[in-house]
């Protein structure tokens, strides 16, 4: 069929903000006083419809009236400009493309046509050839993305060749030393010379057979130090710790490790490694009895305990579990896609698990975004361009599966510059009773469920294993995956489904691998048919079949009779499955591709993971002159004695200033458990000391919360790596307490990221150290380390990585207990715990535990009203933070020695009590003492020097304001907002009474808010009822419209809860909703219920942009669209925006206001990237004298503003929500059904509008 080209751009000056971000950021970086426009148009190339077919979706699926010019198949002429295109490569999974294909499906119910996507760029002012050619080079990464032509193609289909049969390797038997150092460059391995003799001794004597090159890709995958930790289980044959002042300590934790090593093994002969000195730790207090909860198994998805969760007052057994994972390599090489599966591979182990994961934490490592291009290494991407784009792509996948990202920090040494550290911990939780763990059995069945196979990802276990050169990073290209997040969503929901997680025998997912290592390990024998393994496109050769790591796919062992029933449950959430492989008796693994064995390995040679290797290890003492704990920061150090200067530029330091502009990024309230918000206080700029959510029940209330803190300094452990691990700990540990959670009940999980370690003694003595300080602060605080992951891989050519061991403290707590660290009133007193060191420079262990302990019973007296820990800025930047949440100030008090303000006293919490407090006697032998107290005065005194909060806020805000900002440059608009009150009431009630009005909630590829809409919906005493969209083929999409006009028959209320509905694509939001709800049958049945049933209908975030894009509101009706009709676009600041705001009922023309009044103000959480409100006056004047403007964004005096952070996205008249002409229908953006008792604590304000209740009361 005819190919035909579209060209789509968000109209100029209001709503083409990225063009407009795209034309700052180029003529920053490059200096251009020449160029003077940016303009972006999306391109789409279309084939397989007809003319009907592509008129009627022209509008809906590619543009929008109000906000887009459209232009066919040409582009005007652009004078005095440049312009070029870009594309994903061949192969690369384009969400954008992806999308318009489902959508348009969505309306003709046919097969989806082929799309193929660029975005064109064009350079309005005299560019030079040079400068075009940089400007080009910026804007693609080779890595994933190449120039597009601009012509036109005749066909987009994509030619395929036949690939040929795999390769047999004939003479790989008969090579000699020479030969196979030869291959092994040639063919790229990631093994040793060693590894590959190794195997060539195993085909030669135990299958009589050259090997094909898919086994030898298969084994250099499993072998790889990212699957099977190869570096970590090294033999380390001898250690030597060098004399110094350091030397007692050292020695003393290796001595401890070597008495666990007795005790644990006895007289057995075992290698010291790594592996051995990380896992000692759990292994010695677990022979203690201090690991009870540990939840054992052979399956090994996450770490995991067991947990009493208490569900209005009724205790139930669950399992929490937990998992931190990295994407160092592919982060470093392509930013977004590499950061987005750095999350969606953490996501999986506790999924794979089946558990529920419903928090996230984000801990990266980089060095300074600020410094310019001209400082970019060879082979490297700019560092600013990594952050940024990392952190899109990390908060794009978590937004759209939607997990609340509880805690985001990027810390800075310039040891990062080459080799990026990109971490993801996460929480995950499921009822004990759901999850079964058994031995796979000869006959079981392993079952494929999820995404299909492309291939990105491939070799990305062993390109992840490598030391890089800037020559290297030219071919990495297919190591890199695509992230699709809505399809792991779909993985969610159907693991929370007990009926098919019950029939799970074991599971894995699929990771650094792909089918070779997760279907491989899930059983000694298994026989795999790479035939029967679902592609995204033909081509794929065996090879690539069996080690492509596309994610968003599962292995599943079940039993042969439970598939029909499995599959049905799969494909009820809109899943695909295939049989892939049977578990045999026989402890091989074969593959067969074409009918033929590619793989024929026994598990015994798999499972030696190569050659052992071994080496010495030399640790070398730090310098005592030097200790990182006892010295200035260098730029307080250059302030002399000028106090003022000194404590206005630490609070300037990349690692302590704000990074709420990052943050913001993340949607940290989706699920609606989130307890403590990422920044605290009515101003919202005190950081939390990390992140608490309540455990996700599915039915009634719970108050037992998970929380995870993190502890790491990249200076303190370049300094001393020993050091640096044992205080990662304790600064994990010291945030824990300051949250109000037991520290004896803390579980720890380990992230080592270290240079590549080759051979040199030294270099191994770097991980040996720290694992040593880690196993010292385990065995003293008497909590073990139950997980960890370890990446050795952070050289490139001769810049290494800082010694990186970051410590994840992770616990249980109630939700009722939690504190936050903002100060909370004024007149309060405030006291230091301190943490004693010994003359080794490490903390007084048993006192600290006490110390701990007796805090820890005062939070739980409810003495404590806010408590921090003390890092990197000192007491001086923890108590800036603490007063900035609620502008609360402080003075010391006049004993306080002002030389330890600035100094890293790591272990030391800060807290606040009533000035009635006497805690001589709970504090008793403690080492406590006052600091000071809070004050109302805006300022911070200490002796002659005074810091104005005002002061100290802009101090700590503006460093990244260029990199994160969280203010629009200059305001694009002079419209100012009014408030102008309608409370005339509505005379609207339903005609027939209903006491559980039913409430439809579909779900659609993308929507992740369906189960907080369901609970409070049953909770204010509705019946609420998800109906999955099914669109995998014709026949789902014809049975799920038919299944929808039947829901909304059978409901009351039709709510549509946010998400990212197809992603937010293709290039705008809301558009599946809208493209599903614009078929003629259910658009019929949409106005039936609020037209002639008295029904009402809601829409929340993604929700109201779909309701906005039909018109159901403001128009009360579902109709086609003009370039005057009011819209949803890009917020102002030009990213995504999570937080708190302010929210002012303005109308009670609609029932869904009939619960509160007019006038009253809530705290409610937004997260959204496309809110902001815009309509042109004419309308905003009719809306506003009927009473459709509902609520408004006000700001800290209850007036509407358009000012950030009040308005958080730059809405026209402050608008928030808006209403149909008769009420009945409903938009709002703020989540309001994202509440609950204990939810979002340490903002201040009302945060139940009453929606849900006013809702239900609507039908009584």
Not at 665 to 679: A, E, Q, Y
Not at 808 to 831: I, Q
Not at 995 to 1014: I, M, Q
Request: glycine fraction near 8%; charge should be negative.
């Amino acid at each position: 069929m005819t190919v035909r080209r579209i060209f789509v751009e968000k109209r100029q000056g209001f709503f083409d903000i990225p063009a407009q971000q795209l034309c700052e950021d180029l003529i920053e970086t490059f200096r251009l006083v020449e160029l003077k426009a940016v303009r972006i148009m999306q391109r789409y190339d279309i084939e397989g419809l007809s003319d009907e077919e592509y008129h009627r979706v022209k509008h809906i699926v590619f543009s929008e009236p109000p906000v887009d010019v459209l232009y066919e198949e040409k582009l005007p002429d652009f004078p005095n400009s440049r312009i070029f295109a870009v594309e994903y490569l061949p192969g690369q999974y384009d969400q954008r493309a992806d999308s318009a294909a489902q959508c348009v499906q969505l309306i003709t119910q046919k097969e989806r046509p082929i799309i193929r996507t660029a975005k064109v760029i064009v350079l309005v002012g005299n560019i030079d050839d040079e400068t075009f050619k940089k400007i080009k080079a910026y804007s693609i990464n080779a890595v994933e993305s190449r120039e597009a032509s601009l012509e036109k193609p005749a066909s987009l289909e994509m030619k395929t060749d036949i690939p040929p049969d795999v390769e047999v390797l004939d003479d790989f038997l008969n090579l000699d030393d020479g030969g196979l150092k030869l291959l092994l460059a040639e063919r790229g391995f990631a093994m040793s010379f060693e590894d590959l003799k190794f195997c060539q001794k195993y085909f030669r004597t135990k299958e009589f057979r050259p090997p094909t090159i898919t086994e030898l890709r298969v084994i250099d995958t499993y072998w790889s130090d990212h699957c099977r930790h190869t570096t970590f289980t090294t033999a380390i044959d001898m250690v030597n710790i060098e004399d110094g002042y350091y030397k007692p300590a050292i020695e003393g934790a290796y001595n401890l490790y070597r008495q666990d090593r007795d005790k644990i093994y006895g007289g057995e002969l075992r290698d010291v490694t790594l592996m051995d000195i990380a896992v000692m730790g759990m292994k010695a207090l677990r022979s203690e009895g201090r690991l009870e909860d540990l939840d054992q198994s052979e399956e090994i998805n996450a770490c995991s305990i067991v947990v009493p969760v208490n569900i209005e007052g009724t205790q139930e057994d669950w399992l929490v579990m937990f998992k931190n994972e990295t994407h160092n390599h592919p982060t470093e090489i392509e930013p977004f896609g590499g950061a987005a599966t750095c999350l969606g591979g953490a996501i999986r182990d506790p999924l794979s698990g089946r558990s529920y994961v419903y928090q996230a934490m984000r801990v990266t490592g980089a060095a300074d975004p600020r410094r310019s291009i001209a400082e970019t290494l060879p082979g490297k991407l700019p560092q600013k361009k990594i952050t940024l784009g990392a952190a899109a792509g990390y908060s794009s996948y978590g937004n759209q599966i939607g997990l609340a990202t509880g805690q985001v920090r990027e810390i800075y040494h310039e040891g990062y510059l080459a080799k990026r550290m990109e971490i993801g911990a996460v929480i995950g939780a499921a009822p004990k009773a759901n999850v079964v763990r058994e031995r796979p059995q000869p006959g079981d069945i392993v079952v494929l469920v999820g995404g299909r196979t492309g291939r990105d990802g491939c070799g990305g276990a062993t390109g992840s294993s490598k030391e890089h050169t800037e020559e290297s990073l030219t071919s990495c290209g297919a190591e890199v995956q695509k992230g699709n997040a809505p399809t792991e969503r779909k993985l969610q929901r159907l693991f929370r489904n007990p009926m098919a997680s019950l029939m799970i025998k074991r599971c894995n997912d699929f990771g650094a691998g792909g089918v070779a290592v997760a279907i491989g390990e899930l059983a000694d024998g298994l026989s795999i048919d790479l035939d029967a393994v679902k592609k995204k496109y033909e081509g794929l050769d065996g090879t690539e079949l069996a080690i492509s790591e596309s994610q968003e796919r599962m292995a599943v062992v079940i039993a042969p009779h439970d598939y029909e029933l499995f599959a049905a449950y799969a494909a009820a959430e809109n899943l695909e499955t295939s049989k892939v492989a049977v578990v045999t008796e026989e402890p091989r693994l074969v593959m067969t591709w074409r009918g033929n064995p590619i793989v024929q390995m026994n598990r015994s040679f798999l499972d030696t993971n190569g050659v052992k290797q071994h080496v010495t290890a030399n640790i070398q003492m730090p310098d005592e002159n030097k200790s990182y704990l006892r010295q200035l920061p260098k730029n307080v150090e250059a302030c002399g004695k000028d106090l003022e200067k000194a404590w206005l530029e630490n609070l300037r330091d990349l690692n302590v200033c704000s990074q709420k502009g990052l943050s913001e990024r993340f949607d940290s309230t989706v699920g609606g458990n989130t307890v403590l918000m990422p920044f605290g206080g009515k101003k919202q700029l005190t950081p939390a000391e990390g992140m608490v959510a309540k455990i996700p029940v599915d039915r009634g209330v719970t108050n037992t919360a998970t929380a995870m803190t993190f502890g790491f300094n990249p200076e303190l452990s370049t300094w001393s790596p020993f050091h640096g691990a044992l205080y990662a700990v304790v600064e994990s540990v010291a945030k824990m307490v300051a949250l109000g959670a037991d520290a004896e009940k803390i579980r720890l999980t380990f992230q080592e990221y270290f240079e590549r370690m080759g051979r040199v003694p030294e270099v191994w003595g770097k991980p040996l150290s720290s694992l040593l300080g880690a196993l010292l602060a385990q065995h003293e605080l008497g909590i073990p380390a139950i997980g960890g992951k370890d990446s050795m891989s952070g050289t490139f050519e001769e810049i290494h990585v800082p010694p990186t061991l970051v410590s994840f403290a992770v616990n249980t707590l109630r939700s009722d207990r939690v504190l936050s660290p903002e100060f909370k009133y004024a007149g309060n007193k405030v006291y230091v715990l301190p943490c004693k060191k010994d003359g080794q420079d490490i903390p007084v262990f048993r006192q600290l535990r006490q110390n701990y302990s007796k805090l820890h019973t005062l939070i739980e007296e409810r003495k404590v009203f806010s408590a921090q820990s003390v890092g990197v800025g000192g007491i001086a930047a923890a108590i800036s933070k603490m007063c900035l949440g609620n502008n609360i100030g402080f003075i010391f008090h006049d004993s306080y020695v002002k030389d330890d303000l600035f100094l890293p006293d790591y272990g030391t919490i800060i807290f606040e009590v009533s000035t009635s407090a006497n805690l001589e006697e709970e504090l008793s032998g403690t080492g406590f003492y006052e600091l000071g107290m809070t004050t109302d005065v805006a300022s911070i005194v200490c002796g002659k020097a005074a810091v104005s909060l005002a002061e100290a806020e802009r101090a700590y805000t503006t460093p990244l304001e260029s990199i994160f900002p969280t203010q629009v440059k200059q305001q694009r608009s002079k419209e100012r907002a009014t408030y102008v009150p309608y409370d005339k009431g509505n005379r609207i009630t339903a005609r027939l009474p209903r006491k559980n009005p039913r409430v439809l909630l579909p779900v659609f590829p993308g929507t992740n808010c369906e189960y907080e809409s369901a609970r409070v919906w049953r909770s204010a005493g509705a019946d609420p009822e998800i109906l999955v969209i099914r669109n995998l083929t014709p026949s789902d999409v014809e049975e799920t419209v038919e299944a929808l006009v039947n829901a909304i028959k059978q409901a009351q209320i039709i709510m549509l809860p946010g998400g990212f509905s197809g992603g937010d694509e293709p290039d705008g939001s809301g558009k599946f909703i809208a493209a599903m709800f614009r078929h003629p049958r259910v658009a019929e049945e949409v106005m039936k219920l609020i037209d002639r049933r008295d029904g009402l209908m809601l829409g929340i975030c993604n929700g109201f942009q779909a309701l906005i894009k039909l018109g159901l509101v403001p128009y009360g009706e579902i109709r086609s669209l003009s370039e005057n009709s009011p819209t949803l676009t890009h917020n102002n600041i030009g990213r995504h925006v999570s937080c708190m705001v302010q929210t002012k009922v303005a109308s009670n023309l609609s029932p869904w206001f009939n619960n509160v009044s007019v006038g009253d103000v809530h705290t409610i959480a937004v997260s959204h990237g496309e809110g902001r409100f815009v309509a042109d006056h004419e309308i905003l004047a009719k809306m506003r004298i009927r009473g459709q403007i509902a609520t408004q964004y006000v700001d800290a005096n209850g007036n509407p503003t358009m000012s950030i952070p009040y308005n958080p996205n730059g809405s026209l008249c402050a608008i928030e929500g808006i209403t149909s002409p008769n009420g009945r229908v409903l938009g709002k953006m703020g989540h309001s059904e994202r509440i609950g008792r204990n939810v979002s604590q340490n903002v201040p304000g009302n945060k139940d509008q009453q929606l849900f209740e006013a809702g239900v009361r609507y039908y009584l």
